[in-house]
Each structure stands twice: as C-alpha cells, then as structure tokens.
C-alpha cells in the first residue's frame, strides 16, 4: 500500500558527501513522520534522523552538523543530505514512512536498503 524507494547510497571518502533520496508511493492521506535509520551487522537498527509532521525534526548525536534530513512534497521524496562522512557512518540505511492511508488507516512502511561505505 506504501512503496519506498531508496537511493543515492555508495562508495565516498572520509570527509566526503552524499545525498540518499527516497521516494514514496501509495494511496496517502497524510505523513506522521519520515525517518532514516542505519544498521551495521550484528547491531540493532538506530535512528539517523526524522522528519515530523509539523516541522520538527530530530537527529542521532551523532549525526548532528553533519547531516540534513528534508522533504520536498511536489515528489513525495524525502532526502538525507550527508556531509563530513566517517568510517563510522559506514552502513545499510533504511528510510521509514509512518503515514495514515486514504482509508485512515495507520501505517508504517521500510524501503529496502542502501549501502553507505566510508572508507580511503
């Protein structure tokens, strides 16, 4: 009912940027929250940062100064603009969607993935 789609992961230096976008789809009525999220193997999945409805927004220590999160609702796209990328930020980064559906219905939806790697 909720298609994301991911985007724009890859290979970059340290120091370097990236912007991941994810596009979403489905019968829609209004956005809750939009978040991107990151996984390393063997660890659990950790908040990056999240958009909410009214503005707000909320970021992982630490990811703050160095990364965006933003929306441009012409295209149902939110973004993770990344800059001064570390080692550490080396990851599968997972975009989340909590929306209500044309019907009202609550619900939340994961993208696939796309890999970060930070590395000289």
């Known amino acids: 009912q909720v298609q994301l789609v991911e985007s724009g992961g890859g290979l970059v230096q340290p120091g370097g940027s990236l912007r991941l976008s994810c596009a979403v789809s489905?019968?829609?009525?209004?956005?809750?929250?939009m978040g991107w999220y990151r996984q390393v193997p063997g660890k659990q999945r950790e908040l990056v940062a999240m958009l909410i409805s009214i503005g707000r927004t909320n970021y992982a220590d630490s990811v703050k100064d160095r990364f965006t999160i933003s929306r441009d609702n012409a295209v149902n796209t939110v973004y993770l603009q990344m800059n001064s990328l570390k080692p550490e930020d080396t990851a599968v980064y997972y975009c989340?969607?909590?929306?209500?559906?044309?019907?009202?219905?609550?619900?939340?939806?994961w993208g696939q993935g796309t890999q970060v790697i930070v590395s000289s």
């Open positions: 489905g019968s829609i009525f209004g956005f809750n929250t």
């Open positions: 989340n969607a909590d929306v209500v559906l044309s019907d009202l219905r609550a619900f939340n939806s």
